[in-house]
């Protein structure tokens, strides 16, 4: 999986390069993958953190960061929880 400043998520297969890809609506600034492997936490220049489905990479829910009114809100580092 990669994130990057063209607002897109990537999942890539090493047999068939990419395997999906989602647009987001600012730039994907990190991502982490659960241990279990059913969805990702994603973090986005404008300071929100998104959980999303691993295998659709469909956003299931959206929260805004502590300082997303700030004058740099963006999320630098995501992480989840080893027991998801």
């Known amino acids: 999986?990669?994130?990057?400043?063209?607002?897109?998520i990537r999942l890539w297969d090493p047999t068939k390069?990419?395997?999906?890809?989602e647009l987001f609506e600012f730039d994907?600034?990190?991502l982490d993958w659960s241990?279990?492997?059913t969805f990702l936490a994603v973090g986005d220049r404008k300071g929100n953190a998104k959980?999303?489905?691993?295998?659709?990479l469909q956003v299931l829910g959206t929260l805004a960061a502590f300082?997303?009114?700030g004058k740099q809100p963006?999320?630098?580092?995501i992480k989840?929880?080893?027991d998801c």
């Open 67 to 69: 300082n997303a009114g």
């Open 74 to 77: 963006w999320v630098e580092d």
């Open 35 to 37: 241990s279990d492997g």
């Open 28 to 30: 994907v600034t990190a």
């Open 17 to 21: 390069q990419l395997k999906a890809s």
């Open 1 to 8: 999986m990669t994130c990057g400043a063209d607002r897109r």
């Open 80 to 82: 989840i929880s080893p």
């Open 51 to 56: 959980l999303v489905d691993a295998n659709t």
